[in-house]
């Protein structure tokens, strides 16, 4: 039941990032601004169907899905450094509990 949770908060989490993209995207940036937004987007769609398969292999009783959130949890982490590069958002703060409670609950350092 834990790693349910896990991967439920990785996906509020990622649904977080994308609303702060939403965000910035409705400003008015450039085109490379805007691929950086793109790439960022493409990054947690991934990231979210890696924690929805971890939940489907989990529910398997199948090992490898530690390492999808293991993954998905290092995609995140990239974007949100992007997105804090590129624009100055602030969004480790809050993300911050997920990644330990991922650390904690995996086993390996996320």
Known sequence: MEFEILVKDGLALVSRVKQEIR???????TQASLDILHTASFNLDSAEDLLNY???????????????????????????SMLS???????????QPWFENVTANIGICA
């Open 85 to 95: 590069r590129q624009f100055d958002a602030e969004l480790d703060c809050e993300s």
């Open 54 to 80: 971890a939940n489907e292999l989990a529910l398997k009783n199948d090992n490898v899905a530690g390492e999808k959130v293991l993954i998905a949890s290092n995609a995140i982490k990239k974007v949100q």
């Open 23 to 29: 965000f910035i995207r409705s400003c008015n940036y």
